[in-house]
């Protein structure tokens, strides 16, 4: 849980979005700030830690939740339901790189929803393609985002880049992969909402019998979509980019 050099393109592209930071954010987990090993750090970054930068960006109130970390001023464990007290009392809760640490996501992500104020902002770092063993979770887009939508936030921000820093268009092509994605708040939670794998749905409206051709088509792309992944795979272990 960091923000990494290699990162910072993504990080400024973030926090120039007008608004986003609101008088009180909330951070999940205790956040360093760290330099490529021999390098230092631009001045736009150039902080002890996260919470330093925050303020000198005129953040007002800072809370920082974490489990573990005794850094934290709140301690909490995000696998049970927050404390209603906290439930709209950010402009904008920021987790780079702890949902994947969480066990039970669902809770984690509607404690984290709840938390943001209406027009607020939520700020998710998180893997969505390899990171083997470094979390409890590596997602699929689509459930973070369809959590999302689901819940009454408009997606003002998606990208996806390497652990190196390269963005990338497809998630699927690529080592160490993460979602970055914000995300307003357009109206209250009431009852959260679970997101469904639509896809599931479509395929068994189908008519299988006429529609025979297009799933031939459809798996013969699939194979060619995951031996090109394979390739790039090895690509990657073997240094060539």
């Not at 290699?6 to 990080?11: Q, W």
């Not at 934290?72 to 790189?97: L, M, Q, S, W």
């Not at 938390?115 to 979770?137: A, E, R, S």
């Not at 993460?178 to 009852?191: E, P, S, T």
Request: glycine fraction near 6%; aromatic fraction near 16%.
């Amino acid at each position: 849980m960091a923000i990494l050099q290699e990162h910072l393109r993504f990080f400024r592209e973030i926090f120039s979005i007008k608004d986003f930071f609101g008088e009180r954010i909330a951070s999940i987990g205790v956040q360093e700030i760290r330099a490529r090993r021999g390098g230092k750090m631009p001045k736009d970054f150039d902080y002890k830690n996260f919470k330093e930068l925050l303020f000198a960006r005129g953040v007002k109130a800072v809370d920082e939740f974490d489990y573990f970390d005794e850094k934290a001023n709140i301690k909490f464990d995000f696998n049970r339901p927050i404390d209603k007290k906290y439930y709209e009392k950010y402009n904008t809760v920021i987790d780079i790189g702890s949902l994947e640490h969480i066990f039970d996501t669902k809770q984690a992500m509607e404690n984290c929803l709840r938390m943001v104020k209406v027009n607020g902002f939520y700020f998710l770092h998180t893997p969505v393609n390899g990171y083997f063993k470094d979390g409890f979770h590596t997602f699929n887009p689509d459930a973070i985002i369809g959590a999302l939508k689901s819940n009454g936030f408009q997606i003002i921000y998606e990208k996806y880049g390497t652990l190196r820093g390269k963005e990338i268009k497809n998630p699927a092509y690529g080592r160490d992969v993460n979602l970055w994605i914000v995300a307003r708040k357009l109206k209250k939670i009431d009852k959260f909402n679970i997101p469904q794998q639509e896809w599931w749905d479509e395929m068994l409206k189908e008519d299988w019998k006429s529609n025979w051709k297009q799933r031939v088509k459809r798996r013969e792309k699939n194979y060619l979509q995951k031996l090109i992944e394979r390739l790039k795979i090895i690509w990657y272990a073997a240094g060539l980019q």
